[in-house]
């Protein structure tokens, strides 16, 4: 296998394990004003999430870093390309971490009810603008002949050769997003808190998950009209089919896991759907990884994008060696905080 | 009309300067939690243990602020840079994957566990994850420090098709003779700030009558750390800087420095301001053949002069890289005068009682930030006009489809922004200071 498209397969393994993990705490923020109802379960829901998020976030940065150093073109084109989203994205990062970690730090009650909403409006923005940006990388962007492009923010709302960051189909994605990873944060509250909170979580599993799938439905259809390259690729190579298959699997999987009172399983066979869904449309553009709305032959593919061989054979010495790393620290703070603390943290 | 290439220099300049006023106060506090911590589990003395959790929740706010600064940081490459990562991603993509995956994965799960963990963990527990997340945030700053040594001096690397930069050695990139003493430079800057804090706020304690015991910890802690690093500053690890300068940069030397004319026997100015007309130092006040030997170690070597080079190669803005050196290097020896004295007095056991002392460290606490800062504009102002040292020039190196209009859009939203969470940091940590470290009220699940 080419050394780049060992690189494309770790950079799809950040990016899901930063949907799955972010995932869950993004979804618990835009559920935190729902499940609970005073202070102390306000600290009890962000107590499930306090001493992980940071590290869950790890996992952006460290697929920036990736992108940065595996597929130069790629990150310089895009990220100059979506240039106004993205500091949209940073804004609201930024909001939401500092919401997150000062909440606490005042007892008065308007301070915290400032940053609890802070909190949960930047969760929900966040989850809608990731999913528009996937939306954008499959529906493709007007990159030309000068191998650049600008994306305004929105031009008619229509797909199409000159599209906006924000059209019929990026928002679809985007409202997806919300629902699917609000049910990821529904699932891992119930997981990992108590008393009424949980049952909170545990009642808005069910009509999240419907509406979840009605959309993915939705989605994924409006997706193979807007990307015909998707139909192609499935077409040529069948395995790829695997991943949606596989991915409606777990998703169904899921109301049975809850009702048999296996919160646990439930929430991996939910991550395993949201890594599914990420790996169709990675494995459905591939050898592509930015599809030109101009003209299909424009498309940024992954040899043109590519750093250097020799220096990615550098890189893939380091970095199976980090991420295993990585993924040991992140499932040891995992496990340690499993079991709901006996007394309140010093 | 403001030319688009300044404002994506502002961007960064900006969005660097503020984020860097965070890491340079985690890093420093890192090394003294851990040593506390440290010392606190050896000695069995629970008071040291209390002296750390306090400045672990200082910590705490300033690593938060420090993130979310530091990751537009990583995507302004992508989005005001396009250019410069294209051709340079191949490496400097590299070292700031590096930093993603071997620093911060650490720092966040430990620090996660130092101050959530409590009796999860234990008291050796709560060293070990101290400790790592020292490690954690130097091996950050390791990797920083190693993308700008090589900005600033590139080695490893050949010159691919189309320009782009290949990586052909880590090794090489990772031991570049310009970060072996880069790094210790702007780590010991780091402690100093740490230092100052901590000294400062035990001077505040101490001088107001409250928190005695506490405030004692921090006061010795804070003299010796910073005793020891402003001493370090300026040598080996400034000295060594400047060397490597005139090997490598004599024009970036030469405009620091304020020398306008080459010869033998360069002097050193302490003050005077740049007159970039008449190409002189106006009101100099000179030490003869201090530059020379300084540089060369001999007083007659004859010292390169900005009129060696072509002024298309002069770093872009002399006067403020000439300011930013002088004051940097100015506060460097005011640091290390306070501090020696503040050791002496110490180890005379009469500190605490010495009011001017107390005063001069509390006022202090600033000024390391501005000589960390200063230092950044001298270094990074004086690569100018390069991006990557001899091999691309700012010029070419922003994105071609920005238009300054948008630039501009998200500079101000950054000033906003900073601005207000400028506001929620200081008025946070002012509290906690006002608050003192007394034993804490369990403050709910969050515990902070």
Redesign the interface.
């Known amino acids: 296998m080419a050394v780049a498209t060992l690189f494309f397969c770790f950079l799809a393994l950040l990016l899901a394990g930063y949907v799955v993990l972010d995932g869950y705490d993004l979804g618990t923020g835009i559920l935190h004003l729902r499940l609970a109802k005073n202070d102390?379960e306000r600290?009890?829901v962000?107590?499930t999430i306090?001493?992980?998020w940071?590290?869950n976030?790890?996992f952006?940065?460290?697929a920036?870093?990736?992108l940065?150093?595996?597929f130069?073109?790629l990150?310089?084109?895009?990220?100059?390309?979506?240039?106004?989203p993205?500091?949209i994205v940073?804004?609201l990062?930024?909001i939401r971490?500092?919401s997150v970690?000062?909440?606490?730090?005042?007892?008065a009650p308007q301070w915290r009810d400032f940053f609890d909403v802070a909190f949960s409006l930047s969760s929900l923005l966040l989850a809608f603008v990731l999913g528009v940006a996937l939306g954008n990388v499959v529906r493709g962007v007007p990159v030309g002949a000068d191998r650049?492009?600008?994306l305004p923010l929105w031009t008619n709302l229509l797909t199409g050769p000159q599209p906006g960051i924000l059209d019929w189909y990026t928002m679809l994605v985007g409202a997806t997003a919300v629902v699917a990873i609000a049910e990821h944060g529904a699932l891992w509250v119930a997981l990992r808190a108590a008393g009424p909170v949980r049952e909170r979580a545990r009642e808005v599993i069910r009509p999240l998950w419907r509406a979840a799938l009605v959309l993915t439905v939705a989605m994924s259809a409006a997706s193979f009209a807007v990307q015909p390259r998707l139909v192609q690729a499935m077409a040529a190579g069948p395995w790829r089919l695997a991943f949606p298959v596989a991915g409606a699997l777990a998703s169904l999987a899921v109301p049975v896991l809850v009702r048999r009172g296996r919160a646990g399983l439930a929430f991996a066979a939910w991550s395993l759907f949201l890594s599914l869904l990420l790996a169709t449309a990675a494995f459905g553009l591939y050898p592509w990884v930015l599809p030109s709305s101009l003209d299909p032959a424009l498309s940024l593919t992954i040899d043109e994008v590519k750093?250097?061989d020799?220096?990615l054979r550098?890189?893939a010495?380091?970095?199976p060696v980090?991420?295993g790393?990585?993924i040991v620290?992140?499932g040891?703070?995992h496990w340690?905080?499993a079991a709901p603390?006996?007394?309140?943290?010093? | 009309m403001v030319d688009v290439l300044l404002l994506h220099r502002l961007h960064f300049g900006f969005t660097i300067t503020f984020h860097y006023l965070f890491p340079q106060l985690t890093m420093g506090l890192a090394i003294l939690i851990a040593a506390l911590e440290v010392a606190s589990y050896l000695r069995r003395d629970d008071r040291l243990h209390r002296a750390a959790?306090f400045w672990a929740k200082v910590f705490?706010?300033n690593f938060?602020?420090g993130?979310?600064?530091g990751?537009?940081m990583?995507?302004q490459?992508?989005?005001?840079w396009?250019?410069f990562?294209?051709?340079?991603?191949?490496?400097?993509?590299?070292t700031?994957?590096?930093?993603?995956?071997?620093a911060?994965?650490?720092e966040?799960?430990?620090?996660?566990?130092y101050?959530?963990?409590?009796?999860?963990?234990g008291r050796r527990g709560t060293v070990i994850a101290a400790l790592l997340v020292f490690a954690g945030s130097w091996i950050s700053g390791f990797f920083i420090v190693a993308t700008n040594a090589f900005m600033q001096h590139p080695v490893g690397y050949r010159v691919?098709p189309g320009g782009?930069l290949?990586?052909?050695?880590?090794r090489e990139v990772l031991s570049n003779p310009w970060l072996r003493w880069q790094y210790p430079h702007v780590m010991s800057g780091a402690v100093l700030t740490g230092a100052f804090a901590v000294a400062g706020v035990g001077a505040f304690y101490l001088l107001g009558g409250r928190h005695l015991e506490q405030a004692r910890i921090f006061v010795r802690t804070g003299v010796v750390a910073g005793a020891l690093a402003s001493v370090l500053q300026i040598f080996p690890t400034g000295d060594s800087q400047g060397r490597m300068l005139a090997e490598h940069q004599p024009v970036a030397l030469a405009a620091l420095e304020g020398l306008f004319e080459s010869g033998p026997g360069a002097p050193l100015a302490i003050v005077g301001q740049p007159d970039m007309l008449a190409r002189r130092l106006d009101n100099p006040l000179l030490i003869p053949y201090a530059l020379s030997f300084l540089t060369y170690r001999r007083w007659m070597a004859e010292v390169k002069g900005l009129d060696a080079f072509p002024p298309d190669e002069w770093p872009t803005n002399v006067p403020l890289v000439y300011y930013a050196y002088h004051v940097m290097v100015g506060l460097g020896t005011f640091f290390i005068a306070i501090m020696l004295v503040a050791v002496w007095l110490l180890a005379r056991g009469r500190l605490e009682r010495s009011k001017p002392m107390l005063w001069t460290l509390m006022l202090a606490v600033p000024f390391p930030y501005i000589a960390n800062t200063a230092g950044w504009f001298a270094a990074e102002g004086g690569r100018q006009p390069w991006v990557v040292y001899g091999l691309l020039r700012t010029g070419d190196a922003a994105?071609?489809?920005?238009s300054g209009g948008?630039a501009l859009?998200?500079l101000l939203?950054f000033m906003g922004?900073y601005a207000l969470?400028s506001l929620?940091f200081l008025f946070?940590v002012g509290?906690d200071i006002a608050h003192g470290p007394e034993p804490?009220q369990?403050?709910?699940?969050?515990?902070?």
């Open positions: 102390a600290q009890e962000l107590a306090g001493p992980l940071d590290g976030e790890v952006l940065i460290a920036g870093g990736t940065f150093f595996a130069p073109a990150y310089a084109a895009s990220f100059s390309g979506f240039y106004l993205l500091m940073l804004w990062l930024m971490g500092v970690e000062v909440r606490s730090h005042v007892p650049v492009f600008l750093a250097a020799a220096s550098i890189g010495t380091w970095w980090g991420v790393l990585a620290y992140t040891y703070v340690r905080f603390s006996s007394s309140p943290a010093p | 959790r705490a706010v938060v602020l993130v979310v600064t990751i537009p990583e995507f490459f992508g989005t005001n396009a250019e990562s294209r051709i340079a991603g191949g490496v400097v993509g590299q700031l994957a590096l930093e993603s995956v071997f911060f994965f650490l966040s799960t430990f620090l996660g566990l101050l959530y963990g409590g009796e999860r963990i691919g782009v290949v990586m052909t050695s880590l994105s071609r489809q920005v948008n859009f998200t939203g922004m969470l929620v946070l509290r804490e369990a403050s709910g699940v969050d515990g902070r």
